[in-house]
């Protein structure tokens, strides 16, 4: 745990269902190797991870079962630990392989940026040597230019005690928006490659698993699913995903499930199974002899209090050096690092889910209302007399802002992004006041992201497409009051007791988080928002142009809605505003100016 991190609750649990074969699955954890030092459902980091890891494996070693890891990728970008060092990424490919994780692949995050997918290559691929699979990811070899399988396809290997014989694939899915050095091949092109139907010709398998960054629910896994089970009709299939950023569940047969386990360290998914078939040499009977395929899972919050409890240690018996160790180097790096440089304090809570688009607890309401108009109102255009219309995808925020200290850390929580603000100068203001609601709206601009599988909202709002009732309905704003700090210390005698925090459902029922908690709610919110600046209350007519401003990242789908609307503008007619300053810094600059750093304001 790190120095600063709340100390652990006591909370109601759920045991962990140990079986014959056990997994712990992360994912999405977007640098958030130390754990969230805001919440103290989260507070656990990367070195905790690593000695409760060596407690599963040595019960697993005990009683003759066997225990996995794996990580689906999007490993970086989200966190001040990646996005602030120099080069990014310097200290998350040592602290990443202090972990043995024995299936491995890549996410989108890991190839939005040529020079991150080349750190794939260069680190993760060699340090995960023989664990990292890319089913349908190739990429141009950054010494010799030649295109190549960024890690080999598939992997059959036999477990270390139950002798349970494993075909695995990891996938990515159809991912469009990744720098011109990889290539992602369509799943639907990959199962009719002739090495994958090769491979599922092999009839000596106890379990196939799935693994990758895909939606559990997405096309692309019931694809899968249903190419594999064609020719494999018997044999049990695991899938693991990620990318959505939620926590969930599914069934597809008897014998086939699939397991999301969240986002940013604040999950580790546990799945067993039992009754698998034993193909390989075995060094000891099956833990449990059932005939019929069984499985469970649950989602342990990531916290001292479940990591101690699931582990049957306690505080002085839990922490191995080796955890130690790494959560120090993650102390040592953060510190190199600065990250408790203080740009202000939030005067209250701002949410990304937790409150409706729009209102005033509403990041984006504060980013539409405040910070974007008064940042780029300070232009010279626009102190010239000129308006413009700001847009941006809700998808760039990542995170909550928590009342109190504004710190380096904050800045890359919420925005890790690099992208500038760009724009086209003099749009017609009849043509740019459409491009919103084109953006946001069911129609063609919603289409084609659909068809290039981008999206622009938090992919937590994002996966609600296939599981609208995650949703909370409007009426129920405030019925769960949110108390950050409702979680009182117990005196000795008490029962702990729920307090908000995940509470999932999910194929399998509502029981699958580790940690029974209270619901906190859940607003959706559009694609994107929009400020106007430069407009006065009393403007009586509407401008014949303004400037039409948008974060770069959605430059593609702001000139497809402004085509649409009549006007064709390619990249050569935009420019970028404050010589490409990223929006992370002109938030940060913002929050410098407009938010007190006085002491009594951040308690
Ligand atoms: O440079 C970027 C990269 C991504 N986004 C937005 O992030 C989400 C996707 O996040 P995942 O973690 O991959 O699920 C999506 O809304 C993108 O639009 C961005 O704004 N800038």
Redesign the pocket.
């Known amino acids: 745990i790190q120095p600063e991190a709340p100390s652990p609750i006591a909370a109601p649990l759920r045991e962990l269902p140990w079986a014959q074969l056990n997994f712990l699955h992360t994912t999405?954890i977007?640098g958030w190797w130390g754990g969230h030092l805001q919440e103290a459902s989260f507070s656990a980091d990367w070195g905790d991870y690593v000695s409760f890891a060596k407690h599963l494996r040595d019960k697993a070693d005990a009683d003759g079962s066997d225990l996995l890891l794996i990580d689906t990728g999007?490993r970086v970008?989200?966190n001040a630990i990646y996005d602030s060092s120099k080069p990014r990424g310097k200290f998350t490919y040592e602290i990443a392989k202090e972990q043995s994780i024995d299936l491995i692949s890549s996410?989108?995050?890991e190839l939005?940026k040529a020079n991150t997918a080349e750190g794939e290559f260069f680190h993760t691929v060699p340090d995960f040597k023989g664990n990292y699979l890319a089913s349908n990811l190739d990429i141009y070899n950054p010494v010799s230019g030649k295109l190549e399988p960024l890690a080999p396809r598939f992997k059959k290997f036999t477990t270390k005690n139950q002798g349970i014989r494993i075909l695995a694939f990891g996938f990515i899915f159809d991912f469009t928006g990744n720098a011109n050095n990889t290539v992602v091949q369509r799943v639907e092109d990959t199962v009719k490659e002739e090495w994958f139907k090769e491979s599922l010709k092999d009839k000596d398998l106890d379990l196939i698993i799935v693994f990758g960054h895909v939606d559990i629910r997405s096309n692309e896994y019931k694809l899968l699913f249903s190419n594999i089970r064609s020719s494999q009709r018997d044999t049990p299939i695991q899938f693991f995903g990620g990318?959505?950023?939620i926590r969930d569940y599914k069934i597809f047969d008897s014998k086939s499930v699939a397991l999301e386990s969240g986002r940013y360290m604040e999950t580790l998914g546990f799945m067993s199974i039992d009754g698998l078939s034993t193909g390989g040499t075995k060094k000891h009977a099956p833990v449990s002899q059932k005939s019929k395929i069984a499985f469970s899972r649950r989602y342990i919050d990531n916290n001292l209090y479940s990591l101690r409890h699931h582990s049957n240690k306690d505080e002085k018996t839990f922490p191995t050096d080796h955890g130690e160790n790494v959560s120090k180097a993650i102390g040592d790096a953060r510190k190199s690092l600065g990250l408790g440089e203080r740009y202000g304090c939030a005067p209250q809570d701002y949410w990304v889910s937790r409150r409706p688009y729009p209102h005033r607890e509403s990041i984006f309401t504060w980013i539409e209302n405040q910070l974007l108009p008064q940042s780029i109102g300070k232009s010279k255009r626009i102190k010239n007399g000129g308006k413009a219309l700001v847009i941006t995808?809700?998808?760039?925020i990542r995170f909550d802002i928590f009342k109190g200290a504004f710190t380096k850390d904050t800045k890359f929580l919420i925005s890790p992004?690099?992208?500038g603000i760009r724009y086209v100068k003099d749009v017609p203001y009849k043509a740019a006041s459409q491009v919103l609601k084109l953006l946001n709206n069911e129609g063609p601009i919603m289409l084609e992201l659909m068809e290039n599988n981008?999206?622009?909202?938090?992919?937590e709002v994002?996966a609600a497409r296939y599981r609208p009732h995650i949703f909370s309905s409007p009426d129920r704003i405030y019925s769960t009051p949110f108390e950050k700090h409702a979680q009182a210390p117990m005196a000795a005698d008490e029962e702990p007791k729920p307090f908000p925090g995940y509470t999932t459902q999910d194929d399998a029922g509502e029981d699958g988080d580790d940690t029974v908690h209270e619901r906190i709610e859940f607003y959706n919110v559009p694609n994107c928002i929009q400020s106007t600046v430069g407009f006065q209350q009393n403007d009586f007519y509407e401008p014949d142009t303004v400037d039409l401003m948008y974060?770069e990242?959605?430059q593609q789908w702001i000139l497809l809605a402004l085509e649409y609307v009549g006007h064709n503008y390619t990249s050569d007619d935009t420019e970028s505003f404050a010589h490409g300053k990223s929006f992370t810094d002109i938030m940060t600059d913002w929050v410098e100016e407009h938010w007190s750093t006085k002491e009594e304001t951040c308690l």
Request: glycine share 10%; no cysteine; net charge negative.
């Open positions: 999405d977007h999007d970008e989200g996410g989108n995050h939005y990318h959505s950023h995808n809700t998808g760039a992004f690099t992208s981008a999206f622009l909202q938090p992919p994002f974060n990242f959605i």
